[in-house]
């Protein structure tokens, strides 16, 4: 069956420009994580959705950071007036139920801010 | 301050030989904890989840154990083979969230 996708896998960008990022999950499933992750870096909390429930934001790193979730579904990740410090790769990851449970992640989008 | 630690340095083992890695944490009181494996250019990939009131966990060739009182798992890999070569993560979850803290990884390099 199909997994999780991300679109763009790649996305060069100059510094001070707006990017968006896409994840499509696992139909069906409810909940929907963020992550980035830098060279020999673990992977680092950006933000969580579940259901129809208000996100957990509390990983953003900025106000530049946002993202939604539109029908329960497809999500995306924006940032606003890059900074170089921005590129890393962002990884989409979704999970079945509401309790916790193995998360399906993406391949990912390696962001590069020059 | 809350720290997991994984072995920075790569584990580098003899194919057929038993893989061991670890994962410490301090500041935690986790609920779950979780591995998963990635490979280069690849998102994470789940492997096993293992709760606090469990001792042991086993899925074909993995083993995970979690020493609560230790404050670490380790993740064990029998008969390791070449294709096992990866980063292999823990997660750890509290209880009440639903939000992961990954450690950095350790890379495993398994020779023919």
């Known amino acids: 069956g199909a997994g999780v996708s991300q679109s763009p896998s790649n996305k060069v960008t100059e510094k001070g420009k707006d990017v968006e990022l896409r994840c499509d999950p696992i139909?069906?499933?409810?909940?929907l994580y963020w992550y980035r992750q830098s060279l020999g870096q673990g992977l680092e909390f950006l933000i969580y959705?579940?259901?129809?429930?208000?996100?957990?934001k509390s990983g953003l790193p900025s106000d530049r950071f946002s993202a939604e979730r539109t029908g329960g579904s497809v999500s995306t990740l924006t940032i606003q007036r890059t900074q170089q410090e921005d590129s890393a790769v962002y990884l989409c990851?979704?999970?079945?139920?509401?309790?916790?449970?193995?998360?399906?992640f993406g391949p990912g989008t390696r962001l590069t801010v020059l | 301050s809350q720290k997991i630690e994984q072995n920075s340095e790569a584990l580098n083992i003899q194919e057929g030989k038993t893989a061991t890695l670890t994962c410490n944490y301090t500041?935690?009181?986790?609920?779950?904890l979780q591995w998963y494996r990635q490979d280069p250019g690849r998102g994470p990939v789940f492997l096993l989840l293992?709760?606090?009131?469990?001792k042991e966990k086993r899925k074909e060739r993995l083993k995970v154990t979690f020493d609560t009182t230790l404050k670490q798992s380790l993740f064990h890999i029998t008969a390791s083979q070449p294709a096992d070569s990866a980063t292999y993560l823990c997660?750890?979850?509290?209880?009440?969230?639903?939000?992961?803290?990954f450690g950095r990884g350790t890379s495993l390099i398994v020779h023919p």
């Open positions: 990851a979704s999970s079945r139920s509401t309790g916790f449970d193995e998360q399906f």
């Open positions: 139909s069906g499933h409810t909940a």
């Open positions: 959705f579940q259901g129809n429930s208000a996100p957990d």
């Open positions: 500041n935690y009181s986790p609920a779950y």
């Open positions: 293992i709760r606090e009131n469990e």
């Open positions: 997660a750890l979850v509290t209880g009440g969230s639903y939000i992961p803290t």
